[in-house]
C-alpha cells in the first residue's frame, strides 16, 4: 500500500512517539508534537499503538492514496475532505484507489494526525521513524507494507469498536481552554521576585516564528535577581529557557539535547500536547502544580491508551 504526496506542506512529515534513550549521545527524542491525538488515531484503528502517523502542520499536504485502505484523522480540526467530500474526525475512513485527501482550513488547533491501518515499511532508526529534517516532498512516494483484504467490512467494525469515552477524554484535554501547568525548575530561585508575580499572573502567547524544535513566547520580560552563567545541561520537551533577553523559549519534539540558558521550570506531560496545538498569538497563562499531580495525571492518561 502506498500513497503521494502531490502537494507537500510546510513541516509535514512521519512520526511516531519518539526515540529515547540516546540523549546522552547527543540524538534528539524527535516525535508526535501532540502525542495524545497519535494514540488515539492509533488505538481507534486497533494499530499498535506507538505505530508511526502523518504529522500535518497547515498549510498541509495533499494526498493521493494508491490503494483502498482505511485511514482515521485526529487532531487539529482543518476541515479534511476526500475527493472535495468532507469527511469526520476520530473515526474509521474508508478510502478508495485514487482518492485525495486534502485539507482547506485551520479551524482549529494547529497540528492533525492521520494513522493508516497499514505498516510503515520504512525500516527505523535506533527504535523510531521519527527524525527532524524528514519533511514530505513533492510527489513522494510514501509505502506502507499491509495489504488489507475486506477494508469495507473491516472498516464497519472499527466503527462499531470506537470509544467516545476516550475520544472525548483527549478532546478535552488537548483543546480545554485552562492553564498550561508547569513545575519549577533549577534556575526558578534565581528569578527576581517580581519576575515569579509575572510568569504565574499575566498572559503569554506563542511568536509566529516558532517550530517543532521550539516556541519563542511574547510576554512579559523576566529577570534573575544576579546574572548567571548556567553549566549547559540536559534538557527535555517542555523546558522553558530564559533567554539573556528576558524572553522565554519553550523546547519542543525537536530540542536540543542540551542547552545553557536558565532552565525554569517544566511543562507537565499531559499539557504539552494541548500547548503544542496553541496557534501563534492565542493567549495563555501558566500556573505552578506540583510533581505528584503531574505524575498521577500523566499515569492516568497513558493508562487510558493500555500504553
Not at 119 to 135: F, I, M, P, T, V
Not at 252 to 266: E, F, K, S
Amino acid at each position: 500500500m502506498s500513497i503521494q504526496i502531490l502537494h507537500k506542506g510546510i513541516a509535514d512529515s512521519i512520526q511516531d512517539i519518539g526515540r529515547y534513550g540516546f540523549q546522552h549521545l547527543g540524538i534528539q527524542p524527535n516525535g508526535c508534537m501532540d502525542i495524545f491525538s497519535a494514540l488515539l488515531a492509533n488505538t481507534i484503528l486497533q494499530n499498535d499503538i506507538k505505530a508511526p502517523v502523518i504529522e500535518l502542520h497547515f498549510p498541509s499536504s495533499e494526498i493521493k492514496f494508491l490503494e483502498e485502505t482505511i485511514i482515521c484523522i485526529t487532531g487539529g480540526n482543518f476541515i479534511p475532505v476526500i475527493n472535495e467530500k468532507s469527511v469526520e474526525l476520530n473515526t474509521p475512513i474508508l478510502v478508495q484507489k485514487n482518492e485525495v485527501l486534502s485539507m482547506l482550513q485551520p479551524m482549529k488547533g494547529k497540528t492533525a494526525y492521520i494513522a493508516i491501518k497499514s505498516d510503515y515499511q520504512e525500516a527505523k532508526w535506533l527504535n523510531s521513524n521519527a527524525y527532524s529534517g524528514n519533511r514530505f516532498e513533492k510527489d513522494q512516494i510514501i509505502s506502507f507494507s499491509k495489504y488489507l483484504p475486506n477494508t469495507s467490512e473491516m472498516a464497519q467494525t472499527l466503527v462499531s469498536m470506537l470509544n467516545p469515552t476516550l475520544i472525548k477524554k483527549v478532546q478535552d484535554l488537548v483543546f480545554m481552554d485552562a492553564p498550561i501547568r508547569i513545575l519549577p525548575g533549577p534556575a526558578w530561585q534565581d528569578l527576581a521576585n517580581n519576575a515569579i508575580t509575572k510568569l504565574i499572573s499575566e498572559p503569554f502567547s506563542i511568536k509566529s516564528q516558532s517550530n517543532r524544535m521550539g516556541f519563542q513566547l511574547v510576554g512579559p520580560s523576566l529577570a534573575l535577581n544576579i546574572p548567571n552563567n548556567y553549566l549547559s545541561s540536559a534538557v527535555t520537551r517542555g523546558t522553558l529557557q530564559l533567554l539573556p533577553s528576558g524572553e522565554l523559549i519553550v523546547l519542543m519534539a525537536d530540542h536540543q539535547t542540551i542547552g545553557g540558558y536558565a532552565n525554569l521550570g517544566q511543562i507537565i506531560l499531559v499539557d504539552l500536547p494541548r500547548f503544542a496545538q496553541m496557534k501563534p498569538g492565542q493567549p495563555f497563562k501558566f500556573v505552578l502544580t506540583n510533581l505528584e499531580t503531574a505524575q498521577t495525571l500523566y499515569r492516568e492518561m497513558y493508562a487510558s491508551f493500555k500504553y
